[in-house]
């Protein structure tokens, strides 16, 4: 598939947001202090990868397949670590990072919402409505850990 100027100046871009997601959680999930939240950190951290790595796909004329978007956050329910009565610094910074977190993921949503509507191809707009869906999941996830630490 050729893409237009355009179009490859979009995927572009996308691809140097979703390094960033990536490069941010790396580095939230060396600083978090819950275990709980370094592994949902990591787990965010890799599909932002595969995300990046879907992108670099289509910049290379190859569109891969996804499956229809599914909400994917049913199986997360998130243990307590923290009561909703500590006030650490520990859980203040884990706070911290969730909130910023759930801020980048709202960015990154809105922006795909915004960037699919550059394409008439159907399988790539279906590709980024598919990587929307889960930068969506994604903040739903750290949300539920805000919500079961008594973060929210």
Known sequence: MQLTEKETTVIKDLQTQEKTCIEKYR??????????LKDLFHQIGDEEQEHFDSLGQVLKGDVPQVEAATTGT???SP???YSSTDNSEEKQHDQFLCTDSIATEKLVSSTYNTDLFQFAATNIRKLLNH????????????YKYKTANGMA
Do not use: K, L, V
């Open 27 to 36: 580095f939230y999930e060396e600083s978090a202090h819950d275990r709980q």
């Open 74 to 76: 049913e199986g997360y």
């Open 79 to 81: 243990s307590t670590t």
């Open 131 to 142: 990587i929307q869906t889960e930068e969506q999941n994604h903040a739903e996830m750290i």
